[in-house]
């Protein structure tokens, strides 16, 4: 059962246009929401996150969207660049416990 | 300032042999975590920790034990490794929930 889900396995993108990727959840616990990137051979970085009081939140290129009542989060990167080229992981958390599910992450490539 | 180190990056095992991966962070972070990292799969949680000698149970935790006797190390032990263990580990800590920072990853296989 995968509470935290990202469709696209993989999504493409011309440099200088929009990237949006989306995540889905199931579990209306969760009250905090995160976005890593990662490069092959390297460790998730963080990127940006969002609590649920919010329903936007900014941080130069990268915007997070939350709408609780669809359990819908999605990550925009404006303008895309080719080192925005990676696997995208959406993670959430309920402030109960100390752990936090993941999607299975979007690879998301930026074409010259 | 190292961040989160692992040790080691690539390792080979065969059916029944034990091993143990080294986490280390530099940051005075409390918590710390191990996860495994599956092909088309989100991370799972194996254990966590939050703060020295302590120890739980994550979402994946059969066939793992771990110990956490120094605030900044972190060991995942493998009694006796299995072909379903093969995986990718990736060990984090963090202040908090928020913003864990993650390690460049174990490559394990067992064969």
């Known amino acids: 059962d995968q509470q935290v889900k990202q469709n696209s396995p993989s999504l493409s993108v011309q440099e200088g246009r929009i990237s949006i990727l989306n995540c889905d959840y199931t579990?209306?616990?969760?009250?905090?929401f995160l976005w890593y990137k990662k490069y092959p051979a390297e460790g998730p970085t963080f990127l940006i996150s969002i609590s649920s009081i919010k329903d936007k939140n900014e941080d130069g290129r990268f915007t997070v969207f939350l709408n609780k009542s669809a359990k819908h989060l999605s990550l925009h990167i404006v303008p895309s660049q080719p080192g925005d080229s990676a696997v995208y992981f959406c993670?959430?958390?309920?402030?109960?416990?100390?752990?936090?599910?993941w999607g299975a992450g979007t690879k998301l490539i930026i074409k010259p | 300032n190292a961040g989160v180190t692992q040790t080691p990056k690539f390792r080979v095992l065969k059916t029944g042999q034990s091993m143990t991966l080294l986490c280390a962070q530099d940051?005075?972070?409390?918590?710390m975590y191990w996860y495994r990292q599956d092909p088309g799969m989100g991370l799972r949680l194996i254990h966590y920790s939050v703060g020295e000698g302590t120890t739980a149970k994550g979402e994946v935790p059969d066939g793992y034990n771990v110990s956490r006797l120094k605030k900044q190390n972190f060991l995942l032990g493998l009694e006796s490794a299995a072909p379903s263990q093969t995986s990718v580990y990736f060990c984090?800590?963090?202040?908090?929930?928020?913003?864990?920072?993650f390690g460049p990853g174990t490559r394990l296989t067992v064969t």
């Open positions: 579990n209306s616990m969760f009250d905090y």
């Open positions: 940051m005075n972070h409390e918590y």
């Open positions: 993670a959430a958390s309920a402030s109960s416990n100390y752990q936090l599910i």
């Open positions: 984090a800590s963090s202040l908090s929930l928020r913003g864990q920072y």
